[in-house]
């Protein structure tokens, strides 16, 4: 059984459709590309899977669960956790907070430990706070030291990696990122290839959108090709990099249709 | 770090500690029965604006309701104590858990929504609530009242005179001040935050922002429920004018003066807006005046509010020009 199996999965816009009979599945470890051109429906993809969008047909099951009409949150319970594609922070809590907010779902305290505070809060509280420093440790100098800032202090890179952390707190199975080098210079995506390899080290099924090409045939262990919502290639970089349909779809079609 | 600065905790235990001393001395300080009386006004105050705070301040959810809990609370107390003889030590929780079960039932039908939307929805639940009380004559004798209440009594002692009243609503305030300092500094209270912060991120993390949100409304709502027993029990009479909308907009204005999602900032917002017009008596016809200057004085020059965190309010428009935005204090 594949870790994520999406089958015909549709969605229609009014009238537009966003995605059309999409199909594939991802592995255990994997790490998986998703390309195509602006409007491909790579966003609306994750949208899906991350249970932000309802499909309008097709089936999508993650470790062997549906994930259709579950909540964003259940979903994240679940193991399957995302980034956005405009930061999406918190942008008065520091740091250390917004990667306690993905652990939040690891620990117990509910209103009335939280008023009474017994022994094991405390110990709660204390393990989740050294689980974000290792967690935050895994991006080497760059959040660590800033851990008690605001989040709307870090520069534009420094969000996009909180974003990472934050979801890599949830403890998932399988991540979900859009466009995480979307603004970095080429020394700060090469950092980012290896932190999804890293990541992908620690069992994570990492499953990205990216428009760096270098970072897409550098990361990737496959690649999945969308244009206009329909499922167009799929295979090793080296065997997208080739694809006729691909090639035809970033820089335009000779000729007649097929 | 600035979220969480001024709330009760060991590293200011000696500031708490001191203050609390000093509003334990007030009344062999100052012997003057007007004063106290403010003073009890205050303390109910600071009830009402600490528990819109959870809502409104912290989880980002912006209710215009609360006039409405705490007359729900007040008539619950009222109702019980002058039909079935309950004594203070029971109306006191019952009119709690009674406001907070109408904050549950509205947070469930309306907190699909946000924004402005839910703004409305609970303008709505306030005018509702008080043309329900001024008209169901059967259980709250409409525009009559109910008058009669006894005043507070706990183990055979009765609270009378402003001391005893001054006391008892310290004891409140503490107790509803501790419960949001614990829960703010918790990780329900940083849930409520990152709500506020980003609701579909938040449930992109894993939180159930649907139940958090609920538990914000019910945490809010009990307190103002508590508030209205005390008030009743206080005033000896309620009647639907005391919790129409002006009564949610005199808090909220406290609110947002003393600072919104601050733990200081409704003490401070509560305290001032009950002293300022009192000071201003010699003001007379002038007094409304001076709270209205006041009132844009904050929103313009301090926007976060007077015993706010620096930077949590983004001035936009008119007042970012006014007032350049702050860098961030960690």
Redesign the interface.
């Known amino acids: 059984m594949s870790l994520l199996e999406v089958s015909g999965l549709s969605v229609t816009f009014g009238g537009l459709a966003a995605l059309k009979n999409v199909s594939f599945s991802l592995e255990d470890r994997e790490i998986v590309g998703l390309i195509g051109p602006n409007g491909a429906g790579k966003t609306t993809l994750f949208n899906c899977l991350s249970g932000f969008q309802a499909p309008d047909e097709g089936t999508m099951r993650f470790r062997g669960t549906v994930l259709e009409r579950r909540s964003p949150d259940r979903i994240a319970a679940l193991g399957l956790a995302r980034t956005f594609q405009t930061s999406r922070i918190f942008r008065r809590m520091s740091v250390l907070d917004h990667v306690l907010i993905g652990l939040h779902r690891h620990q117990r305290a509910g209103f009335w430990a939280a008023v009474a505070r017994p022994a094991w809060v405390a110990a709660e509280e204390a393990a989740a706070r050294r689980r974000a420093l290792e967690l935050l440790a895994l991006f080497e100098d760059r959040l660590l030291p800033r851990m008690d800032d605001f989040a709307d202090s870090l520069s534009y890179a420094n969000r996009r990696r909180l974003e990472i952390a934050r979801a890599l707190a949830t403890g998932p199975t399988l991540l979900l990122l859009d466009e995480p080098t979307a603004g970095m210079n080429p020394h700060e995506s090469a950092g980012i290839v290896r932190l999804i390899q890293a990541i992908r080290d620690l069992g994570v099924t990492v499953f990205l959108i990216e428009h760096d090409m270098k970072v897409m045939m550098n990361a990737s262990d496959r690649i999945v090709v969308l244009d206009h919502g329909e499922k167009i290639a799929e295979g090793r970089p080296d065997e997208i990099r080739r694809d006729e349909n691909v090639v035809a779809a970033y820089m335009g079609r000779r000729g007649a249709r097929a | ?3 969480y600065a001024f709330v009760p905790r060991r590293e200011n235990r000696l500031l708490w500690g001191g203050a609390l001393a000093a509003a334990l001395l007030v009344p062999a300080v100052l012997r003057s029965e007007y004063v106290l009386n403010t003073a009890v006004l205050a303390g109910i105050y600071v009830i009402l604006a600490a528990s819109l705070n959870i809502t409104n301040g912290y989880t980002g959810l912006f209710s215009f309701g609360h006039a409405a809990f705490y007359g729900i609370g007040a008539y619950t107390a009222a109702i019980l104590a002058t039909r079935l003889g309950w004594g203070f030590a029971l109306t006191l929780p019952a009119a709690g858990v009674v406001a907070a079960l109408f904050g549950a039932a509205l947070a469930l039908i309306t907190l699909r929504l946000s924004g402005i939307f839910l703004a409305l929805v609970t303008i709505g639940f306030q005018e509702i609530t008080f043309l329900v009380t001024l008209n169901w004559i059967a259980l709250t004798r409409g525009p009559m009242g109910i008058p009669g209440v006894p005043p507070p009594a706990l183990g055979g002692y009765e609270f009378r005179g402003n001391t005893g009243y001054y006391y008892l609503i310290l004891a409140l305030d503490v107790l509803t001040l ?2 949001v300092a ?2 703010v500094t ?6 409520f ?2 709500i506020r ?2 609701e ?11 139940r958090l949100k609920v ?1 914000a409304f019910v ?1 809010a709502t009990f307190f103002a429920g508590l508030a209205g027993a005390f008030f009743a029990h206080h005033a000896r009479f309620v009647s639907a004018d005391s919790f129409r909308l002006d009564e949610t907009f005199i808090i909220l204005t406290m609110l947002i003066v003393g600072g919104l999602g601050s733990f200081l900032g409704p003490i401070v917002g509560a305290v001032a807006l009950v002293i300022l017009p009192e000071v201003s008596r010699v003001l007379a016809e002038y007094r409304g005046v001076v709270y209205g200057l006041v009132l844009i004085a904050v929103i313009l020059f301090r926007p976060e509010g007077v015993a706010g ?1 620096p ?2 309010i983004q001035p936009r428009g008119l007042l970012a020009r006014a007032r350049p935005a702050r ?4």
Do not use: K
């Open positions: 770090m600035a979220l501790f419960v614990r829960v918790s990780r329900v209270g940083r849930a935050v990152a912060e980003d579909l991120a938040a449930q992109a993390s894993g939180l159930p922002t649907f538990l945490i965190v930077g949590i860098e961030p204090v960690a």
